[in-house]
């Protein structure tokens, strides 16, 4: 069965500091990628995802992630983050069955942006 | 309309009771989800819907009980639960391609249930 890490649980940054929060996925086939923010108080919101193409994604908010398969790897990135950013980040694996899309989430990444 | 909606947003109910969940959205997608949240935890998928058939059943006990009357709808039926069943529960929606390629899903903020 398919699974993803998320390696940082908790992570804290000021103001302007750039971050990147680690996913990697254990899947041998055809993968597709998302990563979701969950922000206090509201529903799981959409970041940005990766079905092929540029492996570079660009998503809202000035986010990005890298796709690398030879790492399993699909990296979130932001060059200066704000107090806004503050958050729950999940990283995603959809899988293509016979019966259905089935989204497997990483444990998270509980995300602290300090003034 | 690009919004999932669902009610009610909190639920306490005892062991014993029988209570459902609903979840709607307008945006004529054919696919719809139920997943279970625990505190600090990811979303489990619990169901999946394609088609207003099941399609995917996550091993889910049966005291929970899917049901989607028509493309818009999906409820969950819940009957003598457990209290470690507390959780929120997130429905979502999305699109399904006649190739069956991969779609993003969109999220409901949730029901938050307690089981006394």
């Known amino acids: 069965a398919q699974s993803v890490s998320q390696h940082n649980h908790h992570v804290i940054l000021s103001e302007a500091a750039s971050l990147e929060l680690g996913c990697n996925y254990s899947?041998?086939?055809?993968?597709?990628l998302f990563w979701y923010v969950q922000y206090p108080g509201q529903h799981l919101q959409l970041l940005l995802k990766?079905?092929?193409?540029?492996?570079l994604v660009k998503g809202i908010k000035g986010f990005e992630a890298e796709f690398i398969k030879s790492k399993f790897s699909f990296n979130l990135r932001k060059p200066s983050v704000q107090w806004s950013d503050t958050a729950e980040y999940f990283c995603a694996v959809l899988i293509l069955t016979g019966g259905g899309n089935k989204l497997t989430f990483g444990t998270g990444t509980q995300l602290k942006v300090e003034l | 309309d690009t919004e999932v909606t669902q009610t009610p947003k909190h639920l306490v109910m005892g062991m014993t009771n029988k209570k459902s969940l609903k979840c709607e959205q307008h945006m004529g997608h054919r696919a719809m989800y139920w997943y279970k949240q625990k505190a600090k935890k990811p979303p489990e998928l619990m169901f999946v819907y394609s088609y207003e058939k099941l399609s995917i059943n996550e091993s889910v006990p049966s005291r929970f009980s899917p049901e989607c009357p028509n493309s818009s709808l999906l409820n969950l039926h819940l009957h003598a639960l457990q209290p470690e069943d507390s959780a929120l529960y997130l429905c979502a929606s999305s699109q399904v391609t006649l190739a069956g390629g991969p779609l993003e899903q969109f999220f409901g903020p949730g029901t938050r249930l307690t089981v006394l």
């Open positions: 990766y079905f092929s193409g540029d492996p």
């Open positions: 899947y041998g086939g055809t993968v597709n």
